[in-house]
T-cell receptor, first 112, second 113 residues
Framework: QKEVEQNSGPLSVPEGAIASLNCTYS??????FFWYRQYSGKSPELIMF????GDKEDGRFTAQLNKASQYVSLLIRDSQPSDSATYLC????????????FGKGTKLSVIP | ETGVTQTPRHLVMGMTNKKSLKCEQH?????MYWYKQSAKKPLELMFV???????ENNSVPSRFSPECPNSSHLFLHLHTLQPEDSALYLC????????????FGPGTRLTVL
């Protein structure tokens, strides 16, 4: 059973701070990693994806991947109230399965 | 229309009704997906279609019946549902199944009475 674990939160950070969202996965052979943002009552929207170990930056967002530790994280710099949402981690393991496995999500609240 | 669209956005049905959910993607993608999202649970993959052929069915009860007439359209036919089937049903598409980023439609909020 492939599993993706996230702290459900809520994670509260003050406006302007760095928000750090973490995700661990069970399948060591996993290949692709995605972060989605989901506002209440809306559908998930892709924030970032990462395939290789290390950091990947896009604007205020940085994804970090450590395959040895089976750990992927999302950093949000200069957090804004508009960043308040649930962040879903999704993992593609390949190996004959064409499924993304999603975590339950971490609810982030940015306090003005 | 752009991206992935879904209709209806809200649906209330009785347990004896038959209804269908529709999804259309305008992105030229080859793979389409149905997901179920219930409160406090991860997104659950229901079906995967690749080039309009069903490639995965995650042990979904037969009261849910998918149909994919072409790579742009996906339907989910519903009959004799149970109250526990009430959830947000999301359609998604991607270039290739699994490894590419998936783009989601707005979802259909289904309530079964």
């Amino acid at each position: 059973q492939k599993e993706v674990e996230q702290n459900s939160g809520p994670l509260s950070v003050p406006e302007g701070a760095i928000a750090s969202l973490n995700c661990t996965y069970s399948d060591r052979g996993s290949q692709s990693f995605f972060w989605y943002r989901q506002y209440s009552g809306k559908s998930p929207e892709l924030i970032m994806f990462i395939y290789s170990n290390g950091d990947k930056e896009d604007g205020r967002f940085t994804a970090q991947l450590n395959k040895a530790s089976q750990y992927v994280s999302l950093l949000i710099r200069d957090s804004q109230p508009s960043d308040s949402a649930t962040y879903l981690c999704a993992v593609f393991s390949g190996a004959g399965s064409y499924q993304l496995t999603f975590g339950k999500g971490t609810k982030l609240s940015v306090i003005p | 229309e752009t991206g992935v669209t879904q209709t209806p956005r809200h649906l209330v049905m009785g347990m004896t009704n038959k209804k269908s959910l529709k999804c259309e993607q305008h992105l030229g993608h080859n793979a389409m997906y149905w997901y179920k999202q219930s409160a406090k649970k991860p997104l659950e993959l229901m079906f995967v279609y690749n080039f309009k052929e069903q490639t995965e069915n995650n042990s979904v009860p037969s009261r849910f019946s998918p149909e994919c007439p072409n790579s742009s359209h996906l339907f989910l036919h519903l009959h004799t549902l149970q109250p526990e089937d009430s959830a947000l049903y999301l359609c998604a598409s991607s270039w290739n199944r699994g490894k590419d980023e998936q783009f989601f439609g707005p979802g259909t909020r289904l309530t079964v009475l």
